[in-house]
């Protein structure tokens, strides 16, 4: 009897070690799967890893924001074109691009009425002058190359032969999406401004001041301008739907910054 | 229900994978784009947007391969939510931005907030997409299939084979 029942033991014991040794085995190859699928999955995240870091490396390196390059004499707050004294006690700042239709709706809106504030000395304008709608110009640039030129015709010019350029581009505005003007024909328009033409030629053609362009653009964007035209008097931002709106709204502004 | 999986592989890769591409060309407007959302400090900002297109293109072709998929699409679920909140946050503080999505959003928007809802609508969209593969990353035509093959005992119906498994 008790020898019958140790067989069955026994029996029961074997069957018993060999479950425990194929569940050893599974555990070890689920064991050593797991490790395989940590390896390879970590060389291909580590792989991936450096990718991203070279590609961000490349995209930083291709970004010159903020580099140094040469600044146009007579700007003020470093990327600004002045219109008027600068003993005027209310300052209109205009973010605006060449390019920009609202912005030359602005221009043709506000001019008698900037010009007036600017000739009685109450207001000095400064242009703060964009490029963000470089995509906007048929692979053109026409935003960049409008801006340098009027760096250019700032810097060999005066301040008054370069709102006077200003205001004729804003006046012979592209419709968005063509190219703009060509080089020459921004050559022809300073010299109408009033600028020489040996003097700004070569610098317009050059892009003499591209990199002020590209740091102005940044700047304006630092500033929280995402859109144009944008109009600040005395650094508040005006805010408005339409241009009848920023017009009236610049307006009030003015006279309330001249009446305190 | 395979095909869901490679259909959701396809669709959201090839949607990271263009969002990408089309932001490679301007890193200076990928900049832009970001800052113009004024969530973010500006001590990151430029690192986001020089960042962000590869990150993108990574993910996108990852999820094109069927390459860890179930990371990738962690990742896709953790940068959509990201989208989904500065799109919302824009909407709720009445900022007019282009959303930046596929490159441009570095300058000014007209009528950019009409735009909301559907970029909205469509990250949504993604984001249930991606969701799926995280939730179900075994998908036919994947390069995973072979790094990582299955064990064969599994239902083949219940493809929860996971790439990094949790302690059972």
Redo the contacts between chains.
Sequence with gaps: MTKKKSTATRRAEQTAAAERAAAIRKEQERKEKRRRTLVIGGAIAAVLALILLAGYAVQSARDTTGEAGAVPSGVVDEYAVPRGQESAPVTVTVYEDFMCPFCGDFEQASEPMLQEYVDSGDVQVHYRVLSFLDGASDGADYSTRAMNALGVVLDTAGPDVATAFHDLLFRNQPAEGTSGPSDDELIAYAVEAGASEDAVSGPIRDRQFEQWVLNATDDASQDDVSSTPTVMVDGEVIEFRTIDELLANTDAAIQEGLGS | MHWIGVVARLVVGGVWLAAGLLK?P???????AV??Y?LLP?SIV??V???L???E??VGL?LLAG??VR?NAVLSVVLLVAFVIGISSALARG???ECGCFG?G?????NAAAKYPWELARDAGLLLLSGWLVWRPRTPYAVDNV??PE?GDEDADEPTET???TTE
């Design positions: 490679i301007d890193p200076t407007e990928n900049v832009r800052r113009a004024q500006e430029p690192a947007g020089h960042a297109p590869i990150l293109i990574l990852c390459v860890l990371a900022l007019s931005i441009g570095g300058g000014p928007a007209v790094l990582f064990d790439l990094i498994r």
